[in-house]
């Protein structure tokens, strides 16, 4: 079993910069990829970014490319999302998200565990 609490959420204006935190414990979170995803309201919960359990590859979806970056601190059990320029597209909640397997895709049901999210608003 892995926990997932995810921090770092808030209102920011267009342009500016966010970091999100998940800290996890449990099971060694070495062991793990490790997610993000987001979901707007009446919209079904997107991938956003993954980094590997080991060669901590990444992959990003194509409207994050070039502004967001993932990045885990396996010393910290921690794996967080810098988001850079911000656009009101992005206004969602923000999921972390652990998965067993060494570099899983992206789609939701591949990832085992789950935070609470946290909400990122993003004003124009």
């Known amino acids: 079993q892995v926990q997932l609490v995810e921090s770092g959420g808030g209102l920011v204006q267009a342009g500016g910069s966010l970091r999100l935190s998940c800290a996890a414990s449990?099971?060694?979170?070495?062991?793990?990829?490790m997610g993000w995803f987001r979901q707007a309201p009446g919209k079904e919960r997107e991938f956003v970014a993954v980094?590997?359990?080991?060669?901590?590859?990444?992959y990003y979806t194509d409207s994050v490319k070039g502004r967001f970056i993932i990045s885990r601190d396996n010393a910290k059990n921690t794996v967080y999302l810098q988001m850079n320029s911000l656009k009101p597209e992005d206004t969602a909640v923000y999921y972390c998200?652990?998965?067993?397997?060494?570099?899983?895709?992206?789609?939701?049901?591949?990832?085992?565990?789950w935070g609470q999210g946290t909400q990122v608003t993003v004003s124009s």
């Open positions: 998200a652990a998965a067993r397997t060494a570099n899983p895709g992206i789609r939701v049901w591949e990832y085992d565990y």
């Open positions: 449990g099971r060694i979170f070495s062991g793990y990829a």
């Open positions: 980094v590997g359990r080991s060669d901590f590859g990444t």
